[in-house]
């Protein structure tokens, strides 16, 4: 079974290219230009991870965030922004967020994280990479 991810961007060639690299690597991929629907959609497709645009039209992906997490607190969320504003990205700490990656999107960077999170939901432990762990 793919692992889902949920991925929310008013841009739709972000989300385009989003879904594309990500179905690459074996993953479905639901796409929404807003965040309206976005704990329905869940509620369908329960996502492995949610990549989530801070600054839509309508309703902002801060709000969005603290819904998700309301509905579903397991459940990762990362943050989209093309703008790095440390109150925004504090402010999505706060409310659950798990990392904030700015545009343009690294796309290698973005692949890496949806495959932790699909790990970690599999109960698989990470470990540091050992040319980084001090040696006592």
């Known amino acids: 079974m793919k692992d889902e991810i949920l991925f929310i961007d008013d841009e739709e060639c972000v989300r385009q290219v989003a879904a594309r690299m990500l179905e690459k690597d074996d993953f479905h991929v639901t796409t929404l230009e807003s965040g309206d629907h976005a704990v329905e959609t869940m509620a ?18 801060l709000d969005v965030l603290k819904e998700i997490k309301a509905a579903a607190p397991g459940v990762p969320v990362v943050m989209v922004s ?5 109150n925004y990205a504090l402010e999505a700490s706060r409310a659950g967020a798990c990392d904030y990656i700015l545009k343009p999107v690294d796309w290698r ?3 890496n994280i949806a495959h932790m999170y699909a790990m970690l939901g599999k109960g698989v432990v990470l470990e540091p990479p050992t040319s980084i762990v001090s040696k006592s």
């Open 82 to 86: 093309g703008h790095m504003n440390s």
């Open 44 to 61: 369908k497709h329960p996502p492995t991870i949610v990549f989530l645009d801070i600054k839509m039209p309508g309703k902002s992906g």
């Open 109 to 111: 960077y973005l692949r």
